[in-house]
């Protein structure tokens, strides 16, 4: 068995270039960013609002229905994901199978599409 080095050049350099990025990312921005401390830098950030008085406030429910919605479509994309990957070039689903998914899969985006469209009705998408 021939073991040769210099095949494994390219990986070595591939692997200087993405830490020597890597580093460059981290340190960079220390070396080059201003350094003045203001009472408003160092006060915390949360949700857009400066936290001044009570932490117990009332958040606008707008916050929590995008919230929602959000994980109902990223569910659904995590949900078509694998019919997506499973329907390719090489299908893995049973030919006897493929009707019933196709249609299976509509129906589960024609659910979504009407929740969408109560939301929007709704006017959640709406913002004062």
Do not use: C
Not at 27 to 33: F, K, N, Q, R
Not at 37 to 46: F, H
Not at 69 to 79: A, P, Y
């Amino acid at each position: 068995m021939d073991f040769n080095l210099s095949t494994y050049y390219p990986i070595f350099i591939y692997l200087v270039v993405v830490i020597g990025a890597a580093a460059t990312a981290i340190i960079g921005p220390a070396l080059v960013a201003p350094k003045r401390k203001t009472p408003v830098k160092q006060m915390p950030y949360e949700s857009g609002m400066d936290p001044i008085g009570d932490a117990r406030q009332r958040f606008d429910v707008k916050f929590y229905l995008i919230a929602i919605l959000f994980l109902v479509f990223d569910v659904e994309l995590l949900f078509l994901y694998p019919w997506a990957a499973a329907s390719g070039d090489q299908p893995l689903i049973p030919p006897a199978f493929r009707n019933i998914v196709f249609w299976e899969v509509l129906a589960f985006l024609a659910t979504v599409v009407v929740a969408y469209v109560y939301a929007w009705r709704k006017g959640v998408f709406r913002w004062r």
